[in-house]
């Protein structure tokens, strides 16, 4: 397998986690403080505990993404070791975090660092199996997965027809990718395929042959981005 990845991007953007974290730490401790000390000046305290609370999700939003180890491009490296050069995974260049290009088609890959139970049910996804604690201070809710799938889809599709203009191109699946080990996943009935990362190679190996770049737009592409 072919690797492409924007290896400044992801050192910028983990430096941009840790200093978010950090900043926001102090912040939220500079409020307790003025709390205790400056009871009158309530407004100064919430100003703080405010701002704190947002720079630090702002760096769990950034670390979960750029410096948690294994980070997502990291994960899906490993999940897809051993498939041969017919395909290439491209991280960070595409329009969407993570795209993969094989026999099977355009694949925009979606992982998830949620930890716990995940299911699908009732046309809704649930997460359960983690603590309040670990959620509020580690964790990013889930969200919806699909949605975000449909918009990394378009992303992908967006960048390729700057690249190609003009040019037909093939339908763009997606694949929703649970990284964490402790990760429980049931998605049966999900309008998105989804699964452990363990499942992963052996999913996209059993594909069917599809509509894909063809080799000179696959240079094309490979060109634009500095591949």
């Known amino acids: 397998m072919k690797l492409v990845t924007n290896a400044p991007l992801i050192k910028r953007n983990a430096r941009i986690g840790v200093v978010a974290h950090l900043s926001g730490l102090a912040v939220l401790i500079a409020g307790m403080v003025v709390t205790f000390l400056m009871p009158a000046r309530s407004d100064l305290s919430l100003l703080a505990l405010m701002t704190g609370f947002v720079l630090a999700n702002v760096g769990i ?49 979606v992982p998830k660092f949620q930890s716990g139970q995940i299911r699908y049910e009732g046309n809704k996804w649930r997460h359960a199996g983690v603590t309040w604690m670990r959620r509020f201070f580690a964790q990013e809710s889930l969200g919806n997965p699909s949605l975000e799938a449909e918009a990394e889809a378009a992303g992908l599709s967006g960048k390729l027809r700057k690249i190609l203009p003009g040019e037909e191109l093939p339908p763009i699946k997606s694949v929703i990718v649970f990284t964490a080990a402790e990760a429980k996943v049931e998605a049966e009935g999900s309008p998105t395929p989804a699964m452990h990362a363990e499942k992963l190679k052996e999913f996209v190996r059993r594909m069917p042959r599809a509509a894909t770049l063809r080799a000179e737009q696959v240079a094309k592409v490979l060109d634009a981005i500095g591949g």
């Open 61 to 109: 939003f950034f670390t979960n993404r750029w410096g948690r180890r294994p980070r997502p491009d990291e994960a899906l490296d490993a999940a897809l070791k051993g498939l041969d050069d017919q395909y290439l995974l491209v991280h960070y260049r595409l329009g969407t975090a993570h795209a993969l290009i094989g026999p099977s088609g355009l694949v925009a890959l």
